[in-house]
Every structure is written in structure tokens, then in C-alpha cells.
């Protein structure tokens, strides 16, 4: 049974810097693209980036790009999401994901696992 548990969300303050684990189980790990996407009340999913298991690519929308980095660690089944200069807008419940092919992209469909989640809320 493949599972991915995020931890680290929390309440923050505009400005500070987070980083959010998720760690998977159930599956060969080294072989699974991650994704990290991001939902907020009324909004659409949104991608924010994902790494690819082969050659170690990542990808990045641009509206994600310098504040948002996404490592794994395949020795311990996880990956991290590093958020800086938190703002209020990057309140949302942020989830990884996982497949098996090594395309980093944004559509969420590709992705065959979820995890439940864990919630980011930033205060001005």
C-alpha cells in the first residue's frame, strides 16, 4: 500500500521560510517523479513544481520560480518543499504527489499518488 505523508505546515509570518516533508512508503521511491501542488479555499489545484526520478530534473512554473525548492532524498523516501518569503497568498493546503514516469509536469492527472496534505497559513 503506497503512502506519502506531508508534514511541516503550520502558521507563519509574512517573510519567514518553511520547509514541508513528505515522506512516502509502499513504493520504490528512486524510480517516482514528485510533485508538490498547492490548493486554497475557492481555488483550482495549483502545481508548484516537481523532480523528476531521472537525471534529477526539475521544473518549476515561472510564477514559482526563486521562492520554491523542491530536493529528495531517495535514502529515506522523501522529498521537501522549501518555501522563503512566505507571503499571505501562499496560504493553502499543499500536497505531494507521485508517478512513475520521468516528466516533471503540472498536470495533475499524471500523478498516481496522493498525500492527505498538510496545511500552510501565512499571517501578514
Known amino acids: 500500500q503506497v503512502q506519502l505523508v506531508e508534514s511541516g505546515g503550520g502558521l507563519v509570518q509574512s517573510g519567514d521560510s518553511l520547509r514541508l516533508t513528505c515522506v512516502a512508503s509502499?513504493?520504490?521511491?528512486?524510480?517516482?517523479?514528485l510533485g508538490w501542488f498547492r490548493q486554497a479555499p475557492g481555488k483550482e489545484r495549483e502545481f508548484v513544481g516537481a523532480?523528476?526520478?531521472?537525471?534529477?530534473?526539475?521544473y518549476y512554473p515561472e510564477s514559482m520560480r526563486g521562492r520554491f525548492t523542491i530536493s529528495r532524498d531517495n535514502a529515506k523516501n522523501t522529498t521537501s518543499l522549501d518555501i522563503n518569503s512566505l507571503k499571505p497568498e501562499d496560504s493553502a493546503i499543499y500536497y505531494c504527489a507521485a508517478k512513475t514516469d520521468p516528466f516533471p509536469t503540472r498536470h495533475s492527472s499524471s500523478y498516481t499518488y496522493w498525500g492527505q496534505g498538510t496545511q500552510v497559513t501565512v499571517s501578514s
Open positions: 523532480f523528476s526520478w531521472s537525471g534529477g530534473t526539475t
Open positions: 509502499g513504493l520504490i521511491f528512486k524510480r517516482y517523479t
